[in-house]
C-alpha cells in the first residue's frame, strides 16, 4: 500500500505532502489548486522509469503530441517551466521509502541513460544510441537518422531522465531516459526495471475504454473474478445479468445482458454507467494496484452515488487496491458517509489548499472528521 507521497517541482506543485494515505483516499479543493496533479503523481511513481505515462499526461489533458516542434507535454511537467531542475517524487510502498526523478536533459552531458534536445536547437551531440525501444512520432520540420541526436531547424524539446530508487536508505539507483530524435521518441530501459505497482487512471473526460474493459473481462474470466465483477456491475444498474468481451470486425467490444432478445454494446447504455463501470473494472486489472479516478462524479446522477461508493467500498475491500480520486460534488462527499460506516479506517478526505504564497497545502479529513463537518453543515470542499 502506498502510505505517504512528497511532490516536489511538479506541474503548478512547488512542494505538497501527503500523509497516512488510506485504501479510498478523496482530494478535494478549489480549481487549479493540484488536485489532478495529485492524481499523475500517483501514476507515474506507479510506473517507474516507463516512458508510457509521461506520454499519456500530455494526452489526458489535451496537450498536442510530441513533436519535435512541440514539448507541451513534457515542458509542462516542469514547475514553473524551470528546466533547472526537474519534478522529485518521495513515497513509501509497503514500508519502503522509495523516490523517482525526472531529470532535465543537459546538454553536455551524452550517455545511454541521458540524452535529448537542447531547448535553443544547438547541436546535441551526435553520438549514436542504441535504445532498447521506440515510441515513433513525426514532424514535418526535420529530417535526421533514427540512431542520430544531431538536430535540424530549430527545436525547443527537451529531454528525460528518469532516475529511480529502490530503496532510498540504500541509495541504489536505477535511470532510464527519453532521447527525441527527428525520426522519433526513443526510450532506453535500465538493466534490471523495478517492480510496477500499476495505475489504472481515467482522466475527467474519460466515459468508456472498451478495448481496456474487454482486455481485463477477458483476463477476470480466467481468474474467475467474472462474478465479483458482475456483482459490482449489476448494482450499478440491476437489469445487469451478464457482461462478456467480444470482437465485431478487428475491433473489441462488451456486451451487456439486461434480459433482452439480443445483448447490447454497454455504451447504449449511457456515459454515467460506463464510467461507473469502468471504474469498478479497473479494479481488477492484473497489472494495477492503484486505481486513480479524476472527478469520480462526472456524469454520474446523485441518485446514483450511493450505489457507486457502496461498490468502490466493497471492492477496495474485496480486492486490496487503493483508489485515489477527486471530486467537486458535495452530494458525492455526504454519499460517502453511508458507504463507509461500516469499514470507517478505509476512507481518507484531503482538501488541497493553494496559499496566497503559491505554496500548496493538504489537510487530512478521517471518516469521524468528515461526518462531524457534515452535521455540522461545513463545506470542507
Same mark, same amino acid.
Given at each position: 500500500?502506498?502510505?505517504?507521497?512528497?511532490?516536489?517541482?511538479?506541474?503548478?506543485?512547488?512542494?505538497?505532502?501527503?500523509?497516512?494515505?488510506?485504501?479510498?483516499?478523496?482530494?478535494?479543493?478549489?480549481?487549479?489548486?493540484?488536485?489532478?496533479?495529485?492524481?499523475?503523481?500517483?501514476?507515474?511513481?506507479?510506473?517507474?522509469?516507463?516512458?508510457?505515462?509521461?506520454?499519456?499526461?500530455?494526452?489526458?489533458?489535451?496537450?498536442?503530441?510530441?513533436?519535435?516542434?512541440?514539448?507541451?507535454?513534457?515542458?509542462?511537467?516542469?514547475?514553473?517551466?524551470?528546466?533547472?531542475?526537474?519534478?522529485?517524487?518521495?513515497?513509501?510502498?509497503?514500508?519502503?521509502?522509495?523516490?523517482?526523478?525526472?531529470?532535465?536533459?543537459?546538454?553536455?552531458?551524452?550517455?545511454?541513460?541521458?540524452?535529448?534536445?537542447?531547448?535553443?536547437?544547438?547541436?546535441?551531440?551526435?553520438?549514436?544510441?542504441?535504445?532498447?525501444?521506440?515510441?515513433?512520432?513525426?514532424?514535418?520540420?526535420?529530417?535526421?537518422?533514427?540512431?542520430?541526436?544531431?538536430?535540424?531547424?530549430?527545436?525547443?524539446?527537451?529531454?528525460?531522465?528518469? !532516475?529511480?530508487? /529502490?530503496? @532510498?536508505?540504500?541509495?541504489?539507483? =536505477?535511470?532510464?531516459? &527519453?532521447?527525441? #530524435?527527428?525520426?522519433?521518441?526513443?526510450?532506453?530501459?535500465?538493466?534490471?526495471?523495478?517492480?510496477?505497482?500499476?495505475?489504472?487512471?481515467?482522466?475527467?473526460?474519460?466515459?468508456?475504454?472498451?478495448?481496456?474493459?474487454?482486455?481485463?473481462?477477458?483476463?477476470?474470466?480466467?481468474?474467475?473474478?467474472?462474478?465479483?465483477?458482475?456483482?459490482?456491475?449489476?448494482?450499478?444498474?440491476?437489469?445487469?445479468?451478464?457482461?462478456?468481451?467480444?470482437?465485431?470486425?478487428?475491433?473489441?467490444?462488451?456486451?451487456?445482458?439486461?434480459?433482452?432478445?439480443?445483448?447490447?454494446?454497454?455504451?447504449?447504455?449511457?456515459?454515467?454507467?460506463?464510467?461507473?463501470?469502468?471504474?469498478?473494472?479497473?479494479?481488477?486489472?492484473?497489472?494495477?494496484?492503484?486505481?486513480?479516478?479524476?472527478?469520480?462524479?462526472?456524469?454520474?446522477?446523485?441518485?446514483?452515488?450511493?450505489? !457507486?461508493?457502496? /461498490?468502490? @467500498?466493497?471492492?477496495?475491500?474485496? =480486492?486490496?487496491?487503493? &483508489?485515489?480520486? #477527486?471530486?467537486?460534488?458535495?452530494?458525492?462527499?455526504?454519499?460517502?458517509?453511508?458507504?463507509?460506516?461500516?469499514?470507517?479506517?478505509?476512507?481518507?478526505?484531503?482538501?488541497?489548499?493553494?496559499?496566497?504564497?503559491?505554496?500548496?497545502?493538504?489537510?487530512?479529513?478521517?471518516?469521524?472528521?468528515?461526518?462531524?463537518?457534515?452535521?455540522?453543515?461545513?463545506?470542507?470542499?
Amino acid at each position: 500500500m502506498l502510505t505517504s507521497l512528497t511532490i516536489e517541482r511538479f506541474r503548478g506543485i512547488p512542494s505538497l505532502v501527503l500523509a497516512d494515505l488510506g485504501a479510498v483516499n478523496i482530494f478535494v479543493g478549489e480549481n487549479a489548486c493540484g488536485k489532478t496533479t495529485v492524481l499523475e503523481s500517483i501514476t507515474l511513481i506507479a510506473n517507474p522509469l516507463s516512458p508510457y505515462p509521461v506520454l499519456k499526461l500530455g494526452h489526458w489533458r489535451d496537450l498536442p503530441a510530441l513533436t519535435l516542434s512541440n514539448d507541451e507535454c513534457i515542458s509542462t511537467l516542469f514547475h514553473n517551466k524551470d528546466f533547472r531542475q526537474g519534478p522529485q517524487f518521495s513515497f513509501v510502498v509497503e514500508g519502503v521509502e522509495q523516490k523517482l526523478a525526472l531529470d532535465p536533459w543537459e546538454p553536455w552531458t551524452v550517455s545511454p541513460t541521458s540524452f535529448g534536445v537542447s531547448r535553443d536547437g544547438s547541436a546535441a551531440g551526435t553520438k549514436s544510441l542504441e535504445p532498447s525501444a521506440g515510441t515513433p512520432i513525426s514532424d514535418d520540420r526535420s529530417s535526421t537518422s533514427s540512431s542520430s541526436s544531431q538536430v535540424f531547424g530549430t527545436p525547443s524539446l527537451i529531454g528525460l531522465k528518469m !532516475v529511480f530508487n /529502490a530503496n @532510498a536508505t540504500q541509495e541504489r539507483a =536505477t535511470a532510464s531516459g &527519453l532521447m527525441v #530524435t527527428g525520426m522519433g521518441l526513443q526510450f532506453a530501459a535500465p538493466p534490471q526495471p523495478p517492480q510496477s505497482q500499476g495505475c489504472f487512471y481515467i482522466s475527467s473526460r474519460c466515459f468508456s475504454s472498451i478495448r481496456e474493459m474487454a482486455n481485463i473481462l477477458t483476463s477476470a474470466s480466467r481468474t474467475n473474478q467474472i462474478e465479483g465483477l458482475l456483482k459490482c456491475i449489476s448494482s450499478l444498474d440491476n437489469r445487469i445479468r451478464g457482461v462478456e468481451s467480444g470482437v465485431h470486425g478487428t475491433e473489441p467490444i462488451v456486451l451487456a445482458d439486461i434480459g433482452l432478445p439480443a445483448k447490447l454494446e454497454i455504451s447504449l447504455l449511457g456515459d454515467g454507467f460506463c464510467r461507473a463501470a469502468l471504474m469498478a473494472i479497473g479494479f481488477f486489472s492484473p497489472t494495477a494496484r492503484f486505481v486513480a479516478v479524476d472527478e469520480i462524479d462526472s456524469g454520474i446522477h446523485v441518485s446514483t452515488m450511493p450505489r !457507486v461508493w457502496a /461498490a468502490m @467500498a466493497e471492492l477496495a475491500t474485496q =480486492t486490496g487496491k487503493q &483508489l485515489f480520486c #477527486t471530486t467537486h460534488s458535495d452530494e458525492m462527499l455526504s454519499h460517502t458517509l453511508e458507504a463507509f460506516a461500516e469499514t470507517p479506517d478505509l476512507l481518507r478526505v484531503f482538501r488541497i489548499n493553494r496559499l496566497k504564497n503559491g505554496q500548496v497545502k493538504a489537510t487530512k479529513y478521517t471518516y469521524d472528521q468528515l461526518r462531524r463537518a457534515d452535521f455540522a453543515s461545513i463545506d470542507i470542499r
